[in-house]
């Protein structure tokens, strides 16, 4: 199985592994130090050598961030956390913080005191990150002290290794596009800016670019490598020998040099020295790079990963690959619901219904000869009121019964060689409040919007947020969190700079994949998130219109539950959507399905309203 289940307990050793972090300050000349999710690639997932906060703290969730000081310690998380943090953390240690409301930048400036000294490690914070702490500690007198070590992992004695996962290559019937071609487009952008060369700092971006997948961290198919493409054309990649076999490094050496990871920051001081100068990503890329460039006499050009918004925007071989993926991952949930529904209210538990789902795609994907690799982010799987927890992750300590008279909300996705899915039901477990259902269809308002809009070039994701949320508004309600995040091509699941969001400020562009997940959360109560992946296309041309338009294609097909829709609620057009989905959900999967009772199944759930 893919997913492990936390035993939920507050840590031991809490008090003394922050005991002896204070224990260094003295000696490093500072106050406070900060400790992040982040490792040094920056990314979504760390490896278990990296995971400092949780180490640190007991806190495993996926966004976060340290202060400890000498007579305080502050975990800094999202509204998807909070509940997470207070059962994981030691209260008597630790107290919780808002990363995005205040986060460890503002909290410095409003309450740190005059002439505080912060440590960081230069690796495990961006350049944009440090400017901000940077222009806090300016206002208070303070001082940012760079860590030549981090004190952290000297306490770690027992940190594991770091991860050693083969490499495989992401062959040209998956990725549609050469690596040297890519490789080809990415110089001349480098020629573009006038720079020598550009360094990728991003996993993922190494990974599309070199059309490599990887297992080195959990659910995000990349190695964890870097690379330099220089002006002329030529690459360097920088990932441990040990990762690949004879037809990998072969295939590598044809276009790169492969050099070992311990080599980088060498290679940057050496390139640095002869006065050139270097892309790099401040928002993406570590600011010990950037300082060690200026410090060894280069120059710093500040630019976009050059790789970002090409692998965002999918190539047809890329887009029909997902699309196969999705009808395979709908398959199987299909035979999941099926399941579920033919079970008895109160007999299966969280963790029981994220084990069947994960052992449907297993099966399911050896069926249709299209195996599942890996699930694409650990499952949320919530019953009743744990639903209503945004992020919520079951452990064995807070697995509860599906009861009737609740909804349950199931948020998961799979990993396969030709695409990535991301897909959430709310389904009802026995006859639901007409409340819920309410508010279940205002939500489906939301996402039906999303489906169908059509908007001009130019638009980006922050003006199409408020189609989803209009129905809650008039309601008095909302969610919060995104509506849309960007997914990756077998690749991460939560790929950027495409997003719809009240922060989504990139153009969207044909070939982008998108969620579409409005959701309505009620404290204590429930939770509703229904999800699709999208992909943004040229739209067929509106009689009388004088612009070229936009929209979207949905990729995942699944039932929504009628069971929670009030048709009433919906406008004929809303319902027109709602059964022609359904009819082409039926259309689609019925060949992909095995067993007479869920073709049966899926031919009552996909009924007209």
Request: aromatic share 6%; proline share 5%; charged share 25%.
């Amino acid at each position: 199985m893919f997913q492990s289940f936390d035993v939920t307990s507050t840590p031991q050793f809490g008090r003394e592994r922050v005991d002896g972090l204070r224990a260094s300050f003295d000696v490093l000349g500072i106050d406070g130090i900060l400790v992040p999710r982040a490792d040094e690639y920056q990314g979504e997932y760390v490896p278990a050598s990296a995971e400092r906060l949780a180490w640190l703290t007991g806190f495993t969730g996926s966004a976060g961030i340290a202060l400890v000081l000498r007579d305080a310690a502050i975990v800094f998380v999202d509204g998807r956390y909070v509940t997470q943090l207070a059962e994981q953390v030691d209260g008597a240690v630790f107290t919780g913080g808002d990363l995005i409301g205040e986060p460890p930048h503002l909290w410095i400036e409003r309450h740190a005191p005059k002439g505080f000294r912060l440590g960081i490690d230069p690796w495990l914070h961006t350049g944009a990150e440090v400017r901000k702490l940077e222009a806090a500690l300016t206002k208070i007198g303070g001082t940012l002290v760079h860590l030549d070590h981090n004190p952290l992992d000297r306490l770690w004695n027992d940190r594991p290794d770091a991860p050693m996962g083969h490499v495989i290559i992401q062959k040209i019937e998956q990725a549609g596009i050469l690596a040297t071609e890519k490789i080809a487009d990415i110089a001349e952008t480098v020629v573009k800016a006038g720079a020598a060369a550009v360094i990728l700092t991003d996993p993922s971006s190494v990974a599309w670019t070199f059309n490599l997948r990887g297992n080195d961290v959990p659910h995000t198919p990349h190695p964890l490598a870097r690379a330099i493409i220089h002006a002329d054309g030529g690459a360097e990649i920088f990932l441990d020998a040990r990762k690949t076999g004879i037809e990998e490094k072969a295939y590598l050496t044809q276009m790169a040099e492969i050099a070992a990871p311990e080599t980088f920051e060498a290679r940057i001081s050496a390139l640095a020295v002869s006065g050139v100068s270097l892309m790099l990503d401040p928002d993406h890329a570590a600011f010990a790079l950037a300082d060690r460039i200026r410090k060894d006499g280069g120059t710093v050009i500040e630019a976009a990963d050059p790789a970002r918004l090409p692998r965002a925007r999918k190539n047809p071989v890329e887009l029909e690959g997902s699309a196969r993926a999705h009808l395979q991952d709908g398959a199987a949930m299909v035979e999941f619901l099926a399941w579920l529904d033919g079970t008895t209210p109160g007999t299966v538990t969280e963790i029981a219904a994220t084990e069947k789902l994960e052992a449907v795609r297993i099966a399911c994907g050896e069926r249709l000869q299209n195996p599942l690799k890996d699930i694409s982010f650990d499952t949320i799987a919530g019953a009743g009121p744990h639903a209503a927890i945004m992020h919520y992750r079951v452990t064995t300590e807070s697995d509860q019964p599906l009861e009737a008279g609740t909804m349950f909300l199931v948020d998961s996705g799979g990993q396969y060689v030709n695409g990535t899915t991301d897909i959430t039901r709310t389904v009802a477990i026995g006859d639901v409040p007409e409340e819920q259902k309410r508010f279940f269809t205002l939500v489906l308002k939301g996402m039906i919007a999303i489906s169908t809009a059509r908007f001009p070039k130019g638009s980006r994701g922050v003006e199409l947020d408020p189609l989803a949320r209009i129905a809650l508004w008039k309601a008095g309600a909302d969610y919060g969190h995104g509506t849309g995040h960007g997914v990756g091509s077998y690749l991460s699941v939560h790929e950027g700079p495409q997003r719809i969001s009240r922060a989504g400020m990139q153009e969207l562009l044909p070939g982008m994949i998108l969620s579409n997940e409005p959701g309505y959360y009620r404290p204590g109560a429930f939770g509703i998130r229904i999800e699709n992946l999208l992909h943004v296309l040229e739209a067929a041309s509106i009689e009388g219109g004088d612009q070229k338009m936009l929209g979207f294609e949905t990729l995942t097909f699944c039932p929504i539950d009628r069971r929670l829709i009030l048709p009433t609620l919906l406008t004929a057009e809303e319902r027109a959507w709602v059964d022609a989905y359904h009819a082409e959900t039926r259309e689609k999967l019925m060949p992909l399905i095995d067993g007479a009772d869920v073709k049966a199944w899926l031919e009552a759930a996909t009924a007209a309203l």
